[in-house]
């Protein structure tokens, strides 16, 4: 059954938790970047991008290694701490329109080999070996992979309970987010955790499934060290009901040389069209798609219905099978220039701007996947396409580290 942990966390010093930890590197533009490095000499930021201060361009091998000098640097300044014995942690995240509440644990490798811990993605092999290199060098992770569990009403309680107690943290990032942290470290409450979700006959992974396939590697190329941290990764655990799943829309630059008239007509081989003009409309239900194209925003619906298998009945799918492949002549969902890929957490006006600027000629939006279609998957070891699901919540770098 699944297995979680206590471990030996570095994070940050109480006093400077929410000048520390920041968004994930590349959600940052360039201006705001700078403006967080110029400014903000506790950001994790100087630790993940090191060689700021000179503006150097370096080997990946290079800069790893600055990572970890840097790491090192904030430790000893005390920016950093390490916990004193391994603990857990109960992390909320209170959004404008929502809050996710999780337990930060360590997961263990052999749950992911052996399939206790389920995926629903496929992975980039370049990108687990660049992943590898980086902890491998850096000795040390800040993003944990986001697992989700079946509802369970006692654990539920405890955390509700957990919540009353003074936290460990507790401070606003400037997205206005609030963050709250409650250290786990009373045995009792941990070996309850461990037994709880040591009951549960699956765990599935709702992101990070690049970030747990380097974990495994690293432990196939390392586990003769002896590193026992090698065993396992980090993960934020949250209920299944608590995740936000959104879709991934799909923007793309033109229409394979087909007119718009010739584009709607063989679109409509397959769908009901309706022309909702200047109406901002998205997916109100499975099996509706919208789409922006030449100033006005379309409805389409799907006529046929009947498929034989969850994988086939995906709306990403749906839409690859019928319009990107044999209507646009997009082949590679991963690696086509042609296609960009914007989440369904940004409005539907972002991607009327980007067609109306020019650079790209049509958009489509989707209905989000369910965490319903995301397990049949997973447990029937089958993997969604590309950019299927935008899910939240994010995590926060520098908050809680993982060393190996």
Do not use: C
């Not at 400014?39 to 201060?53: E, K, Q």
């Not at 936290?167 to 461990?194: A, G, M, Q, V």
């Not at 799907?302 to 009945?313: H, I, R």
Request: net charge negative.
């Amino acid at each position: 059954m699944a297995k979680i942990i206590p471990f030996r966390a570095v994070r940050p010093a109480r006093d400077k938790a929410a000048l520390v930890t920041s968004r994930s590197y590349d959600d940052y533009s360039p201006a705001e970047l700078a403006s967080q490095l110029d400014y903000n000499p506790f950001s994790f930021l100087h630790v993940l991008n090191p060689a700021y201060v000179n503006q150097l361009k370096i080997s990946a091998s290079t800069r790893f290694k600055a990572v970890k000098t840097r790491y090192e640097e904030f430790k000893h300044e005390q920016v950093l701490k390490h916990e004193a014995s391994p603990v857990l942690y109960l992390y909320e995240i209170q959004s404008k329109n929502r809050i996710y509440t999780g337990i930060i644990a360590g997961t263990s490798i052999d749950d992911y080999k052996n399939n206790i811990i389920k995926k629903h993605e496929d992975t980039l092999p370049y990108r687990v070996e660049y992943f590898k290199d980086y902890l491998h060098q850096t000795g040390f992770n800040t993003e944990p992979v986001l697992i989700t569990y079946p509802e369970n009403n006692e654990i539920a309680e405890w955390i509700s309970n957990k919540k009353q107690k003074r936290p460990l943290y507790l401070f606003s990032s400037p997205n206005r987010d609030k963050h709250t942290l409650w250290r786990i470290k009373e045995d009792t409450e941990i070996n309850w955790l461990e037994e709880k979700f040591g009951a549960m006959e699956s765990l599935y992974i709702a992101d990070g499934h690049h970030r747990s396939a380097s974990a495994e590697m690293l432990y196939e190329e390392d586990k003769a060290s002896g590193n026992e941290n090698l065993n396992y990764f980090m993960s934020f655990l949250i209920s299944e009901n608590d995740l936000k799943i959104y879709e991934y829309n799909r923007i793309i630059h033109d229409l394979n040389g087909l007119t718009k008239d010739k584009f709607l007509k063989a679109l409509s081989s397959d769908f009901t069209i309706e022309n909702k003009g200047q109406q901002l409309w998205k997916p109100e239900a499975k099996f509706q798609y919208g789409m922006y194209l030449d100033g006005d925003f379309y409805a389409f619906y799907l006529k046929n219905t009947t498929f034989s298998s969850v994988a086939e009945a995906l709306d990403a799918q749906i839409l690859y099978d019928k319009v990107l492949q044999p209507l646009l002549g997009i082949t590679d969902l991963r690696n086509d220039s042609r296609i960009e890929y914007i989440p369904g957490s940004k409005p539907v006006t972002a991607i009327k701007q980007m067609v109306d600027e020019g650079e790209y000629e049509v958009g489509f939006t989707l209905f989000p996947a369910s965490i319903e279609e995301i397990k049949h998957l997973a447990d029937n070891n089958l993997i969604m396409p590309p950019k299927s699901t935008y899910i939240e919540p994010k995590f926060r770098s520098g908050l809680v580290v993982y060393e190996i």
